[in-house]
């Protein structure tokens, strides 16, 4: 590709002679970039396609422009910009590169943003010398955690750190909407538009263009149903079954929330055990869907054991399966489980001869969370009191929360401190 034509696709996304609109900034994660810049290692950018990555990117970049930076001393390269697709390689990778420093003439050391690069082969051996050389500071991104991780795994050990960029959480949906809570007072005063607007975000998820678009949120969904599964599955692993591969991850979609083996499955989708499980293993990689292990102190019990699975998004799971109200439960539940997966601590579910949603380890510390949404219901309300209650003493826990719909406070049962909170609160503190 010729130098000419590679700067002209590079000028419209580059901060050179114009600025691009970058939307709402996501503080968290762009402090996180801060944070790991300064390392001097490559920051890796991964996660779910659409989740804002290419965004944060772009937001980064304005930043280092309003901290002074002179915009040719940044470069940002979409290997998704459909004049790349004919092209991709390891070549167009330092043709860029080379027409990038003959034509900009970078002045300072430059920040490199490379978006998508897994469409490039081999590239990890451009990044490391790079980074060796110590000629740029480096950020990549991806939407498949396992062709990340193996490739980093055989070239840059250690010399990189990884930030999991997810849809919008609860507060950053509450941003993009207007809405600012800073406190305890904000909380109180702002409660009723907080509770509509959670019911909203249960619905539709936290994909940033959905979250901003005023109608066609359904058809928005649909198509990033239909991107992740072609572009991060089928095409990159030359499914041949993709009908089936499809049918698998709606039957994930549809039954969130709740324990699946791959043997059953087998038997309903009419597939080898093992494509089940490739199948499964590429959906989880492509961050489309998660699988939740049994708490137990043998990693064997833990991998003989059902998994529970849960949506990247409770949005993309409802346009799939075509319900919402009567599985508003299940969605609660995959919303703590996403916030508790942004907080970096293990994950588990517990169940012998009653159950309880969420086992969260933090070092040596354990905390049982059970999530319900009908508390008012007095069989569910014990049920889920039980549940709790038998998690407390088998590991001798003092006290254990549940997440409810509206309840809130405290109570002394059975000699443990149980406490309740509505989710829209415990997504906000």
Known sequence: MKKDKIIEALNDWNFWRKIPNTGFARKYYIDKMKAYADTEQVVVLTGVRRAGKSTLMLQYIGKLKKEGIEPQDTLYVN?????????????????????????????????????????????????????????????????????????????????????????????EFLHFNGLEIKNELDLIAERIKIKRLLRNYLEFGGFPKVVLSAKEKQEILLQYFVDIITRDIVERHKIRKPDKLRALAKYYLTNNSSLITFNSIRKYLELPLDTVERFSYFLEAAYMVFFNKKFAYSLKEQEVNPRKVYAIDTGIRNVVSFRFSEDIGRLYENMVFLHLKQTKREIFYWKNKAECDFMVKDGNNLQAIQVTYDFEDRMVKEREIKGLISVLKEFNLKSGLIITEDSEGEEQIEGKDIRFMPLWKWLLI
């Open 79 to 171: 290997f998704e910009d459909p004049r790349f697709y004919d092209e991709l390689s390891l070549k167009l990778l330092q043709d860029i590169y080379e027409a990038y420093f003959e034509k900009l003439e970078p002045k300072g050391t430059p920040y490199i943003f490379l978006d998508e690069i897994q469409h490039i082969p081999a590239w990890e051996k451009f990044v490391r010398s790079l980074h060796e050389r110590k000629e740029a500071t480096i950020f990549v991104s991806g939407s498949n955690s396992k062709l990340l991780s193996d490739e980093f795994g055989s070239s840059l050990t250690g010399r990189h750190l990884m930030i999991n960029v997810f849809p919008l959480n609860f507060k």
